[in-house]
């Protein structure tokens, strides 16, 4: 069975791209434009890895993070922050919220594939 | 200044046995006892000489020397010596030597504090009413013979406006000294109600001035008409003078503070609204750079030689326009304070590596030879990799951008606890003059560079600041046409990040 893969971002460039870049791979890919709607999501269906933008409109990448972290249920489901947000500290603060991975905005496709990987295998 | 109250009756006597004239007082000057031999001289009685009665048989004219005199003595606790003359009970004047004791030392150091004290009293709520007040003028009312809370009272009652109607406005009005002898006796006085109510009589107000202008102002009451003295005015003129700049300055101060809080404030702005911009101008070029990459992978069909070409120079741009905004990002944080460096372990053959890989095709590009010599059995280091990685990079991109001819070369090794690491290379080299502003903010040795060769000029301001952020040294040794060597050390472990001096 194919893995499937949710992708929490409000910027529909970057949601294309990343499903262009997942397109020639056998990953399934279900999409969401913040926090909520990724809550909602996975309560209908179980993702195995979740790419997380972390600013978002009415519920953050941290928000949504720490209450997908805080479900035992939910818990071991891989968290890869995806974010140009650039203050420092940023990465350190994605991880504090429960991220297991961060990748800087902008990413190179080929590489944050090269990670979703790391996980997925 | 009896205040053993048992053994009072017994020094009385013993006081009374000894044919010289003698009163005890308390600090404040009022009688506690006088006596037998000085209440014959004056045909005072005990109760009429008690408190403030002894001092009706003293000269008028002699009472405020007196009056100042008795003053240092109880602020010295030392003995002193006056001359005054004393009423005899048949309204002759007679000329006395007076000798004045501290009684008991402890008692005598308790005056001087319990003086202090009272000073103190009289001047910290007014400055601390300047401070709360910092839009309002104010005046400080002294009032002799009444209780300290009647000075507030009057204070509340009494406008702080000039016009002929009280003391105060008139002295605000005039900018000196004003003294009016008998209030009651004054037709242009208003305020009567007051007046009848405190009983004031002879009211003295002097200005406080801040650049000629009125602030605020002491004023001074007597219950009795008695003019106050050339020498009391000019005491509490001084005073207020003092006052005045000690206000001044604790409105310089706030305002000073205020100042900087605003500075700080709009420091806090600016780099947030950098992060901000930089963050928007970071998503446009997430799907910029992204897409290209997809396009030259052939996510979107095989793409020609041509096409492939064309990719690779969007990319190379897109990358520059990436590290222009980090720059200015990065020097937005180290001016906000926000610049963190992130210790954990690197090594300097790895930094190395990355940036052999990074920046090599743009050496083979230019026909440069690129060489690395990193020296063998290098310790493990301590410190921010990433930000030493963005240094070298930084050196070495120079390297490369300025030189058209010949090689780059980075050497790096570990001496006493320290790495040296350098770039090298066979460009133009930089004149001492150049050399000098190398190092600082939106700096390039030649501003026609910028516009030939790009960047921010901000490359090396950045390097030297996480150099130093490391408690390392940056610098460059060259000679116009014999290339430059840009050298860095830094301690090989690094456990806390130096603050920027």
Redesign the interface.
Known sequence: MSKRILVVED?P??RQ?IR??L??TDFEITEAENGEEALAAIAKQRPDLILMDI?LPIMDGYTATSRIKADPALRSIPIIAVT??????E??KARAAGCDDYVP??????QLLAKIRQYLR | MLEDRASAGEIQTALDTIPVLICTTRPDGTAESVNKCRREYTGLALDEAKDKGWVSAVHPQDLESFAAKWRTIIASGKMGDAELRLRRFDGDYHGFKVRAVPHRLSTCRRCSTRLANRRHGFAMPTLRQCIANRERNIAFIATYGSAPEHREFILNRIPFEAGRGTVLGRTLLERKPVQVLDVVADPDYSLQEVQRKFGFRTVLAVPMLREGNPVGAIVLMRLTVRAFTDRQIELAQTFADQAGIAIENVWLFDEIQDKSRQLEEASQHKSQFL?NM??EL??????????T??MA?G??GEPSEKMLGILKRLEAN?KHL?GLI?DV?DLS?IEAG???L?LSDYCVQDIAQTVRSTLEPLAADKKLAFKVEVAPQMPSGRGDGRRLTQVLINLVGNAIKFTDAGEVAIKAEANNGAFCVSARDTGPGISATDQAKLFQEFQQADNAITRKKGGTGLGLAISKRIIEMHGGRIWVESQPGKGSTFTFTLPVVVERQVEPT
Do not use: V
Request: aromatic content about 8%; glycine content about 6%; cysteine-free.
């Open positions: 910027q460039d970057n791209i262009d870049m397109a020639p600013q140009s947000y650039a203050l420092s500290g990465e350190k905005k902008p990413f190179s496709p080929r | 992060a930089s963050h970071r998503t446009p070029l997430n799907a910029i750079l992204g897409y990459e997809l992978d996510a979107y897109g990436l980090n990002l944080k926000q610049l963190e992130e």
